[in-house]
């Protein structure tokens, strides 16, 4: 495994589709301050589950591209306010989204968007990272990949 250090928290998503249920990863990129972590607790908070904050390794692997946290962080969240919080952790998952959070609305109906990984292409989003509905539309996406 050749992993690819990112600056990102990354939260796996359970989706259930046909009764078929798996874990779908989302991969939170932003500058530092901008929510990632707050974001990642409300879709915690939603049912997901933390796998990497603020740094997260990266590898392909077949078509996919997987998602881990660096050991020595592993389980660990920082909560602005609060601290660093300890949560239970998927030690790994596949990414089937990245999302790129700013502080602004971003366009109202972009056209699909796609980003290059390992050789490998993954959808993208790019959303107003303190919208009060940024998990929900995290989300519904996921679900609908």
């Known amino acids: 495994m050749n992993d690819q250090p990112i600056h ?13 249920s798996e874990w ?3 991969v939170l990129r932003g500058p530092s301050g901008i929510g990632k972590s707050d974001l990642a607790l409300h879709l915690i908070a939603m049912g997901g589950r933390l796998v990497a904050d603020d740094r ?19 389980g ?3 909560a ?15 990414v089937r989204l990245v999302v790129d959070l700013y502080d602004h609305a971003p366009e109202r109906c972009p056209d699909p968007q796609v980003i290059q990984w390992l050789g490998l292409t993954l959808p993208l989003i790019s959303i107003d990272a303190r919208s009060a509905g940024a998990a929900s539309l995290i989300h519904r996406v996921t679900e609908a990949l």
């Open 24 to 26: 779908r990863g989302v």
């Open 80 to 94: 602005r306010s609060v601290g660093i919080m300890t949560l239970p952790a998927m030690e790994l998952v596949r």
């Open 56 to 74: 997260t390794l990266i590898w392909a692997s077949g078509d996919g591209v997987f998602a881990r946290c660096p050991n020595p962080i592993r």
């Open 8 to 20: 990102a928290t990354t939260v796996a998503i359970r989706c259930d589709n046909s009764g078929n």
């Open 76 to 78: 660990l969240i920082e």
